[in-house]
């Protein structure tokens, strides 16, 4: 276990071979660069570095693996698994001040950039020439390429364009022991061995510090239709995406859904009008990009025959489509607004996402009465957020102290389905104790090993994912 | 280093716990199995296990771990680089038994198989449901679900779908030990720590034995348009490809490409006739799926008027794709049947492709006159097949020789400009001794570094991609 305290030949070799603002230990920066947006967890940095070149990062790592100096690699922290917190005297390592971004290679449709750039600033960079890089999610103003890379990001294109890891090219990576790796260039295809980019991607931080990464781009998509639908339950959804995915007239781009109780907390906090008149058990958002329109509204018009829909709306305009938008992307505030929600990201193999919507109401309407489950995400992908909501007339410390045992409840069942505890947000600190429901004995016994062989003294983001 | 004879309790613990079927010491088998499409190695086996299950497999390598038996995992052996070939005593574990495929989840759009399933069975699996897995090459008849995933394949179709890594959900692998690992379920979002499902995909069999997969189906494509462009030469090939994929109006399938030394061979060999009257100096096949018709013809004429081609055929019909196809697909064989290859298969940034070809030439020009370099490939993904043909007034075992003094100077070259020397066919025997003009002394030292964490006693494959 690395030490806390900074050990006063560290701080010497620090001040002898940095620039003077290099390291800040003051109070106001201590507390705001070690948390994220878990908030939760009390921020207690002991420094907090701002490197502005990989040979700094790569400096800085040598000296603190010599000294078991812990680290935390730090982005845009809006991470909400706890996995930029640094709450036990580590030092942050944040990349902010590396944030170039090199021309666009239209040849190649790639472009390199460092870990501090920011998510929304590459899609500006890069729009200019009709390009994009489909990472794309409500925190991409503030989060990094380097922390979208080391977890993983998702968001609500993944059903068309797939996870963060498959816009990656190549990586620029420093090791805990300070060296500086240079993974797969830009390279589309490299068949010699073990792909090494694929150890970093998704593993939090715990195994190197990403500094540079060369992205993938692709063409923006073209003009997009945006559809609400309303459907009596889950099992509609899926019969309604299983039919969706077979149409060739259309690409789908999002495919997410909310429940009934989403949209009434929705309406009560933002005052928004449903675009139905009747209620319905589930809502569906549908963004799809056309290939061929007369197909298209063949298809609506054939929705209603067959029975795959009770009511739906197409947005006519932009601004329209922002307002059915809106109803999707509110949901998480409405529910923070209008009660106490406990929250957990988990996915479900598609076939299974039925069985396990049932079982799961039915599971706490009798161990849990009166707890409201909030039903909503990227249902396409398998992705579930599921929102608890703290019942009226229960205190907070009994509901929070209750939701520690159904955690458990849910993840049992989550396991039993074949899911998985995480599907987007990460382990970082918040689910780690959990990590045993989506990785068997042998596996977490591989991940232990692989952080033992990349970071012997266990320097890197201690005590996140898994404790070593 | 594993011994090479077979212990006497190694193969009394066999036939005691296995099937009487379950090794075979046949020479005639022993012959077969022991070799890949590379045919440069005697092979040289000591016995070929031949398991029904996963049970099997893990009993298997409990006992080749713990009486130290080298062990050459094995697939459809249609590797070009020696990965599943067995010349050293080893036993070979032959996966063709394992070649279940359950019935295809049409909810989830997957498919579990075991990996002895071949490639193009899956696809007939898949097909009468409208869907494929999209992995797709020549030798997709013989190559197997396994293969495929421990050399991550790649093909003519990577530029519309990725490589093999992108359409795998699940893996179920059995380590050195006989530990099975399930890892990944059916789940397209997982981020629960470090994806160890990517250890395995691409290894060639080093780190692990993948038993069975959950692939990820996609719709079948709809109707392909085939073209053959004539363009002057590789800085026109890119320049037009640039263009196609500026494209709204249409999806390319594959952007492959030859220069007319291929075709001048396709000729001789094939009596084929060209589609054009004069000759050009490159030429690019485009496959493409139409989303506005009417769009691609203006394109297509506009491309004249442009100057970005010299002249252009379009398939009218199945018989005619078949026809182009054949230009591309026969120069392997033509090649061989008209002299003597010498093959590389590399790969470089697509940015860098047309300052490497101009390099190539002009070294080999100086260096080996009267070499005739015949390049072609997946050019869209910066993968050129590089054959070297045999001057006619050389001796075979001379050019040979000098094939190892002038696969340095162009891998030299490769690295120079960011490439790969193994962009699809792998590292296995034929490639290790280069391999450090694509992977630095640090990323060698952490490839053999997963090597020992995952199989402390060398038992897999020994001796394919690194020495460990």
Redesign the interface.
Known sequence: MPTSALPADFLRAIAEGFPPDFLTREPAELSEYGRDWTRVYTPAPSAVALPRSTDEVARLLALCHQHQVAVVPSGGRTGLAGGAVAARGEVVLSLQRMARMEPV??????VRVQAGAVTEAVHHHCAEH?LTWPVDFASKGSSTVGGNIA??A?GVK?IRY??T??WVLGLQVV?AEG?????N????????????R??F????G??GVITEATLKLT?LP?RQDVFLFAVPDVAAV?RL??DA??Q?SFLISAYEFFTDRCLARLQRHRKLRSPFEAPSGCYVLLEAEA??SAAVEAWLGSLFERGLVTDGTQAQGASQAAELWALREGISESLSATGLPHKNDI?????GLEAFCGELESLFTARYPGWEICLFG?IG???LHVNVMKPDDMEKAAFLARTKEADPTMFELVKKH??????????GLL?KDY?GY???P??LE??R??KR??DPRGILNPGK??DS
Chains 1, 2 share one sequence.
């Open positions: 290679d239209l040849l190649g449709n790639t009709g977890t993983n998702g993944v797939g996870l890891r498959q090791t060296q500086v790796l240079e993974l260039g830009a390279l589309e295809k490299n068949n010699t061995g073990t792909d090494l694929q150890l991607i998704g593993s939090e715990t195994l063409q073209g899926l995406f299983r995915r077979q060739t290939k061929d996915s479900l193999p598609v076939a990227h992908d398998g992705n074949g899911g998985s505890i995480s599907a987007e947000h990460g382990i689910k990590l989506s990785r068997s042998a596996e591989l991940l090993a692989l062989t990349l994912v898994i």
